[in-house]
């Protein structure tokens, strides 16, 4: 008899799971495009990816979500009723098209978004460069990164200026992957200020922006200029001294660390000799070089990037 319970208990729960896992069994989600109700679709770009956090809002109901990772988005919105929708994301263009919701307030409805140009990473170095003769090179490296979500080729339609004390000077554009180019600058102060002796002090903490144009509304990217690091001193060899190999390069440093440190050794426009390292103030030099006159500079770069060079002379014989 006890049997008999236990089987028809068993035989219930059965029937129950059944008729719960059925094609027009309730769920639990109200937006179940299947069971319940809901508009509901999938925002992709035009090269079938999803884009993530894409925000679709209906109108009037004035009510908006987030679409997830996968592009997906469901809204409750009352059957029988006429809707706009419109998908926003940062780096595409907006998309609105009128529905009309079903009686049943089931409907499914995709988005396909075009992308836009945007700009990111802007970034502002200084470089200073004391020459053996007493002059000095003094300038700017800067650079950002393009990205288009519809393709690389897309950035062709664009130029990318840099904005320096009122004047716009163009990039050098180079592929990073296949949506996105990295732009740069180098900028000598000799050209941002016509070769004034106190452009130095000028150009720190001047404001730089980075512009798209056409700029698609996207306001320019902002960034200041940082102070210029201090030189190496006392550099020895120097002026023509005689190197004896192997042989040692020695100066002084602004920054006894923190910094990482590059050493070249040039005879014209050939580098023969170079070692990087850190928080040195000398190094032996056991490279074999002919007997000729070479110059040798001794470079420091933070950990911001910015750099500070030395130059001097010295023969072998």
Known sequence: MKNTKYFIVLSIFGLLAVLGCGPDAKRDNP?????????WGTVRNSKASAVPGAVVTARPANINIVCDAQGAYSLDLTGGERYVLTVSHPQYRDASDTIDVPADGKLEKDFILAGKPYLSL?????????HENGTFDRGLKLECLGTHPDGVSELAAYNIYVMVNN??????ASQVDSISKSYTWDLSLAVIYVATPDSETWIIGEPVSFTLEPNEDLAPLQATVPLFSSIPTNLIPNNGAVLTLPGTLSWNNAVASGVDITVEIWQGTQLKWSLATASVSSVNCTATLDPGNYSWLVRTTDSDGNTAASEATFIIP
């Open 122 to 130: 802007p970034k502002v170095n200084t470089y200073k460069v004391a």
């Open 167 to 172: 004047h716009n000077y163009p990039a050098t």
């Open 31 to 39: 937006l179940d495009p299947v069971n319940g109700r809901g508009v």
